[in-house]
């Protein structure tokens, strides 16, 4: 048997990546994973292809999604992996967030016209994939092609960063404790996506002890939380330290991964992170919403 390489958390362009999800499993391949999930923002509309992908490719298909969700009014992402694709909450929330989020561009794109006119939305959508997520990655493409910025990620520090009062907006989510509701609801098991990014450090407010902020991830350990996303590239090196021992404090899951978006968008290849084998293999026995496809 091979060994396995385990990359949980990829997206394609059924939400906001700029690869289809055949192309990305292809990827994941080449670098060499050989587990993966696709997990694309509020939706599961990429499955089906992925898996094809999957078993053509000899990987391991493990279903996924990225649930949009609010804490403390701040946003932070939830993973449901082996969720039930129709169960009927998790459908609606889903849908909900998706529905908010063409309002949510379309405010962003105006407020950002003022200052950049050659930033129409008529050719912001240029960069849109018919089925995708609208949000930041599409504005941020745009704002590179038109030389505003020097890459994405640039755009994303500057012009789109949440900070910027002048042209960021926010759209519906689902505060994370529904969301973790949800997913169990769901069959799935709940792992918070990069918990502790420099953007985001939801539970680590400034002046808040160790002690108190290991009390705020306990509440949603006790809400059915069973993971943390401790591997990722924009967890902060001491956030990585602290969650890692909030998670062997709690005995929750650890997972590692790339949170690839294609080529030219985060700075990672599938692969970048991955998770434990003994850690997949808990997420496994724990969800019961959808199926495994081993290879
Ligand atoms: P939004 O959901 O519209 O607020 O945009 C946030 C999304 O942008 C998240 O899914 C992030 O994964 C993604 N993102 C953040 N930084 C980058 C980057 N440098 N390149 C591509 N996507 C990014
Ligand atoms: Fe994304
Ligand atoms: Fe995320
Ligand atoms: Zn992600």
Same mark, same amino acid.
């Given at each position: 048997?091979?060994?396995p390489?385990?990359? +949980?958390?990829?997206h394609?362009?059924c @939400?906001?990546?700029?690869? @289809?999800?055949?192309?990305v499993m292809?990827?994941?391949?080449?670098?060499?994973?050989?587990?993966v $999930?696709l997990?694309?923002?509020?939706?599961?509309?990429?499955w089906?292809e992925?898996?094809?992908a999957?078993? =053509?490719?000899?990987?391991?298909?493990v279903?996924?999604?990225?649930?949009?969700?609010?804490?403390?009014?701040?946003?932070?992402?939830?993973?449901?992996y082996?969720?039930?694709p129709?169960?009927?909450d +998790?459908?609606?929330?889903a849908?909900?967030?998706?529905?908010?989020?063409?309002? =949510?561009?379309? @405010?962003?794109? $105006?407020k950002? @016209?003022?200052?950049?006119?050659a930033?129409? +939305?008529?050719?912001?959508?240029?960069?849109?994939?018919?089925?995708?997520?609208l949000?930041?990655?599409?504005?941020?493409?745009?704002l590179?092609? +038109?030389?505003?910025?020097g890459?994405v990620?640039e755009?994303?520090d500057?012009?789109?960063a949440p900070?910027?009062?002048? &042209?960021f907006?926010?759209?519906y989510?689902?505060?994370?404790e529904?969301?973790?509701?949800?997913?169990?609801?769901?069959?799935?098991?709940?792992?918070?996506?990069?918990p502790?990014?420099?953007? =985001?450090?939801?539970?680590?407010r400034?002046?808040? $002890?160790?002690?108190?902020?290991?009390?705020?991830?306990g509440?949603?350990?006790?809400?059915?939380?069973?993971?943390?996303?401790?591997h990722? $590239?924009?967890?902060?090196?001491?956030?990585?330290?602290?969650?890692?021992a909030?998670?062997?404090? &709690?005995?929750l899951i650890?997972?590692?991964?790339?949170? &690839?978006?294609g080529?030219?968008?985060?700075?990672?290849?599938?692969g970048?992170h991955?998770?434990?084998?003994?850690?997949?293999?808990?997420i496994?026995?724990?969800?019961?919403g959808?199926d495994?496809?081993r290879?």
């Amino acid at each position: 048997m091979t060994f396995p390489r385990i990359d +949980l958390h990829l997206h394609s362009t059924c @939400s906001d990546g700029v690869e @289809s999800p055949t192309r990305v499993m292809e990827v994941a391949h080449a670098q060499g994973v050989n587990v993966v $999930s696709l997990t694309d923002h509020d939706t599961t509309s990429g499955w089906d292809e992925a898996r094809d992908a999957c078993a =053509r490719l000899g990987m391991t298909w493990v279903p996924g999604i990225e649930f949009s969700a609010s804490l403390e009014g701040d946003s932070v992402h939830l993973l449901g992996y082996l969720v039930d694709p129709t169960f009927p909450d +998790l459908v609606e929330e889903a849908g909900k967030t998706r529905d908010d989020r063409v309002w =949510r561009f379309e @405010s962003m794109v $105006s407020k950002i @016209s003022a200052d950049f006119p050659a930033l129409t +939305l008529e050719f912001v959508l240029t960069f849109h994939t018919e089925g995708g997520t609208l949000g930041r990655p599409t504005i941020a493409r745009a704002l590179l092609d +038109l030389g505003v910025v020097g890459s994405v990620s640039e755009a994303f520090d500057e012009i789109l960063a949440p900070d910027n009062d002048k &042209y960021f907006v926010g759209h519906y989510a689902p505060t994370i404790e529904r969301a973790i509701e949800v997913v169990l609801a769901a069959g799935g098991v709940p792992v918070f996506a990069h918990p502790w990014t420099a953007e =985001r450090a939801s539970l680590a407010r400034p002046g808040l $002890s160790d002690q108190e902020i290991d009390a705020k991830f306990g509440a949603l350990v006790d809400r059915g939380l069973a993971g943390l996303e401790v591997h990722h $590239s924009e967890n902060t090196p001491f956030g990585r330290e602290r969650l890692a021992a909030i998670a062997a404090h &709690y005995n929750l899951i650890v997972t590692g991964s790339s949170d &690839y978006h294609g080529d030219g968008m985060k700075p990672v290849l599938p692969g970048e992170h991955t998770t434990d084998p003994d850690m997949f293999e808990r997420i496994a026995a724990l969800g019961t919403g959808s199926d495994i496809v081993r290879a």
